[in-house]
């Protein structure tokens, strides 16, 4: 079966936040159709794969979050190296700069998903798997899984560091930072209210030049806005 291939124009088309869930709705469910295009999703085999898993994706979380059914407002990622990754625009005018990052390990994050995509399965917070150079094939080795505050505190930290990455770089005036966190394990109230406490007390200090600092997750469907001071 043919690979679903994504366009340039497809993904920085401007859309409504009930416009660009439908549409990410239709893409997932296509790429979700066939064995091939799993594959292709978890690994970033077509096209422009990278820019709607890492971008579009949060960008959606954070328009279902904070833009629930707006008619006025329209979002439109922007693929490319300049300062900012999307643009909320009502109107003739742009109202929000938009960066958006990951607060993970990439290539640890493919080694999971290259072992999933080959043998139907990987233990999550287990061993990060490896790769073989000459067969390509991914092996996890054995061991138990990793403590959950563990975990959690990894998750907090990648978060933290993901914020001074991007502290460190110029922006468009004003411009909000999305930071796209992963939340497998987050299993009740507590644990979000522990990443409240941690954001709040380690992370927002260090975003005091975004005009406004955000976490969100595709994999919970949660979006948290956070103060930064700025404006």
Not at 173 to 182: K, M
Request: glycine share 8%.
């Amino acid at each position: 079966m043919p690979v679903p291939e994504l366009s340039k124009d497809e993904l920085e088309a401007p859309r409504t936040q009930q416009q660009m869930s439908a549409w990410v709705t239709e893409v997932l469910s296509v790429f979700g159709s066939t064995p091939e295009g799993k594959s292709a999703f978890r690994l970033n085999k077509s096209g422009l794969v990278k820019q709607l898993v890492e971008e579009m994706l949060p960008l959606n979380r954070f328009a279902e979050g904070f833009y629930l059914g707006d008619p006025d407002v329209e979002f439109r990622l922007v693929v490319g190296n300049q300062s900012y990754d999307a643009l909320v625009v009502r109107g003739a005018q742009t109202i929000k700069y938009l960066q958006i990052t990951q607060a993970f390990d990439g290539y640890q994050s493919y080694l999971r998903k290259l072992h999933l995509d080959q043998n139907k399965g990987v233990v999550i917070t287990g061993p990060t798997p490896t790769k073989d150079k000459l067969t390509g094939r991914a092996a996890q080795g054995s061991g138990f899984g990793v403590d959950h505050r563990e975990v959690l505190d990894k998750t907090f930290q990648d978060i933290r560091s993901a914020v001074q990455r991007k502290s460190a770089m110029r922006y468009e005036f004003d411009t909000a930072l999305i930071v796209n966190a992963e939340s497998f394990h987050f299993l009740d109230a507590s644990d979000e209210e522990a990443l409240h406490a941690f954001v709040r007390s380690k992370v927002v200090p260090l975003a005091c030049n975004f005009g406004g600092l955000y976490v969100v997750s595709d994999r919970k469907g949660f979006a948290y806005e956070y103060s930064t001071g700025a404006a």
